[in-house]
């Protein structure tokens, strides 16, 4: 593949303008809370510097599957589109390249599927095949669906047969696919919610506590007994969010 112009990794977040301060200034912050409800010093942010990275890489992440799920969803208006462009009498090449309006016209021109559709474009101008071009889309993407359809359209330009009808039930398959995802996801998005909520309950019962009863925690700070002790603590609430990272990352990998 010799176009590189406009290439992009779906399996990193490529950040937009303003979001990457905003990433480092949240976790940042997050940092300092843990600094102020475990050590009450600004001496303990250096050590705690880790925790900060961990929050910029997850949000980083999350940013990312969000990025792909809605590649995924765009590439298959893409090629529904261009399965009734080959029953129009439209080859398969010219089909994914006229499909690019009706793209622009339904996501807008910034959309994920609109720039694929000008990389696919330009490739097709210097010669590239529009199989080479699918599964290079599919390689980046991390998409399975978009890596599905890469395949069978493979298949079927090399075998022969139906390609709008072979396209259209693809796209079906992978509407379905993309569906019933989005649902699933939905019902983990609550679970998501409740880990979340169970994250920041211990903050919020310290500070309950800490303005009702001021210095009740005072005999935990600034003394070696009450730092290992809260050392401990820290350790265990951050080994239960990993955990429960963990676990929501094996139901959403079974989605």
């Known amino acids: 593949m010799k176009i590189n112009s406009g290439r992009r990794e779906y399996c990193e977040y490529r950040w937009k303008k303003g979001e990457r301060a905003a990433a480092v200034l ?7 809370v843990f600094s102020f409800f475990f ?29 792909r799920e809605e590649m995924a969803a765009q590439f298959r208006e893409c ?32 959309a994920p599927i609109c720039r694929e559709l000008d990389i696919l474009r330009r490739g097709l101008q210097i010669n590239i095949t529009l199989e080479e071009l699918l599964q290079d889309l599919a390689a980046r993407s ?39 995802r989005m649902e ?4 983990l998005s609550g679970k998501r919610m409740e880990l979340n909520i169970m994250k920041g309950m211990p903050f919020g019962i ?15 700070y600034h003394s070696p007994a009450g730092i290992a002790l809260m050392s401990g603590c820290l350790a265990a609430y951050l080994g239960a969010c990993l955990l429960g990272e963990r676990v929501m990352e094996q139901m959403t990998a079974e989605v």
């Open 79 to 110: 090629i529904l589109s261009a399965a009734t462009l080959l029953q129009a009498g439209y080859s398969a090449e010219n089909a994914f390249l006229e499909c690019g309006r009706d793209m622009k016209m339904m996501f807008g021109d910034d």
């Open 206 to 220: 310290l500070a309950y506590i800490s303005l009702g009863n001021p210095g009740y925690f005072d005999m935990l």
């Open 39 to 67: 050590y009450r010093s600004i001496w303990a942010l250096p050590a705690l510097s880790p925790v900060g990275v961990f929050c910029y890489r997850g949000i980083r992440k999350r940013r990312a599957e969000r990025c």
């Open 26 to 32: 949240l976790s940042a912050g997050i940092t300092g």
């Open 142 to 180: 991390g998409c399975e669906e978009i890596r599905q359809f890469a395949q069978i359209f493979s298949l079927a330009k090399r075998n022969g047969g139906n390609m709008a009808a072979i396209i259209r039930s693809s796209a079906a398959l992978i509407g379905k696919q993309i569906e019933l």
């Open 184 to 187: 699933l996801g939905m019902l």
